[in-house]
């Protein structure tokens, strides 16, 4: 594991750049995770998404699925795909703090 500095805070991170304790997460790290990831600019529908997956991971202790994005976040995959480019799940969750999702190579 190393370091990183985003958004002011220095935090821990993975080979890949997920951070290693969602709990370090904040907002305004999000917009720096996103360039990383190639995303420039985070609409509200990006937002929606970031805000569900942190939600859901504290209720169900697991990073939610594109699946259960699509039918408990409301967000269509084909939207998915369009907001977080090759990889929505392991991009969202990237952006949103989260750990690598499980079956994301």
Same mark, same amino acid.
């Given at each position: 594991?190393?370091?990183?500095?985003?958004?002011?805070?220095?935090? *821990?991170?993975? *080979?890949?750049?997920?951070?290693?304790?969602?709990?370090?997460?904040?907002?305004?790290?999000?917009?720096?995770?996103?360039?990383?990831?190639?995303?420039?600019?985070?609409?509200?529908?990006?937002?929606?998404? %970031?805000?569900?997956?942190?939600?859901?991971?504290?209720?169900?202790?697991? %990073?939610?699925?594109?699946?259960?994005?699509?039918?408990?976040?409301?967000?269509?995959?084909?939207?998915?795909?369009?907001?977080? +480019?090759?990889?929505?799940?392991?991009?969202?969750?990237?952006?949103?703090?989260?750990?690598? +999702?499980?079956?994301?190579?």
């Amino acid at each position: 594991m190393s370091t990183k500095n985003i958004a002011g805070k220095t935090v *821990e991170v993975t *080979e890949e750049g997920f951070l290693v304790n969602p709990e370090d997460w904040s907002e305004e790290m999000a917009p720096e995770l996103a360039k990383s990831v190639g995303i420039d600019e985070l609409t509200d529908m990006h937002w929606k998404v %970031i805000r569900f997956m942190r939600e859901d991971y504290q209720s169900k202790g697991q %990073i939610p699925t594109v699946r259960r994005i699509k039918n408990v976040g409301g967000v269509p995959t084909k939207d998915l795909y369009q907001l977080f +480019p090759d990889g929505p799940a392991k991009k969202a969750a990237l952006i949103a703090g989260l750990g690598k +999702p499980q079956g994301c190579v």
